[in-house]
């Protein structure tokens, strides 16, 4: 059983450097969700796909981060010009979505980024 | 403003004993809600969930309360073991309702420590 699986699990880069995070859902996960989690947080919402649609964005999802699915598998999650505030885990989930069902997010093990 | 809440960062009990977790919300637009673990350097897993139309829900050891009229939720984790230390995150959605939409909405966390 193949689980969600993000690469890489670390990061280190300088501040004013770009990066970019993959995400892999599980296979028949129509749903990708991108969340953030600080030390001592519980994780914060960014961003989410329904197949190759990006559905809603957060407040936090500032013009420096952009995230694509381009087709309606895996994902990217782009920051650019990093700052230190940007050190966090990210953390990718999906779902399948069923109608009239809550939708039920399975998490990968995240990538740990460290702005220095 | 936080929409979720857990009252209680940390919780001690013995092995073999309940542990009870607790959550609050505000949005009464969230009609599902879900528990997660979460060991450090790992992504949440998930536990349970519970839909707005249920007031219970049981999995094994653990079952979930929901208490709408007061926007209160627990998990019980009976009986605890040593490898349930973790630390656990509430989260809410909506499931149809535009306003709260799919993202989920988590709480601060309350780590758990099982002695043996």
């Known amino acids: 059983d193949t689980g969600v699986s993000q690469d890489p699990r670390h990061k280190i880069t300088k501040r004013g450097q770009n990066v970019t995070f993959r995400c892999d859902p599980i296979s028949e996960h129509n749903r990708l969700y991108w969340y953030r989690q600080t030390l001592g947080q519980g994780p914060e919402f960014l961003t989410y796909f329904q197949n190759e649609a990006q559905l809603e964005k957060s407040r936090l999802l500032s013009d420096r981060f952009s995230a694509e699915r381009p087709k309606g598998s895996f994902s990217t999650l782009e920051i650019q010009r990093t700052e230190q505030g940007d050190s966090a885990m990210y953390l990718c989930?999906?779902?399948?979505?069923?109608?009239?069902?809550?939708?039920?997010?399975?998490f990968g093990p995240g990538t740990r980024l460290t702005v220095l | 403003d936080q929409q979720v809440k857990q009252n209680s960062p940390s919780l001690s009990v013995q092995e073999g004993r309940i542990s009870i977790l607790n959550c609050d919300y505000t949005?009464?637009?969230?009609?599902?809600f879900l528990w997660y673990k979460k060991y450090p350097a790992e992504g949440p897993t998930f536990l349970i969930s519970?839909?707005?139309?249920?007031d219970k829900n049981e999995d094994g050891r653990f079952t979930v309360f929901l208490n709408k009229s007061a926007k209160h939720l627990s998990l019980h984790i009976v009986p605890s073991q040593p490898g349930d230390s973790a630390v656990y995150f509430c989260?809410?959605?909506?499931?149809?309702?535009?306003?709260?939409?799919?993202?989920?909405?988590f709480g601060g966390g309350t780590r758990v420590l099982v002695k043996p």
């Open positions: 989930a999906s779902s399948l979505a069923r109608t009239g069902v809550g939708d039920t997010q399975y």
């Open positions: 949005n009464s637009m969230f009609d599902y």
């Open positions: 519970i839909s707005s139309i249920k």
């Open positions: 989260a809410a959605s909506g499931t149809v309702i535009k306003a709260a939409g799919n993202k989920l909405t």
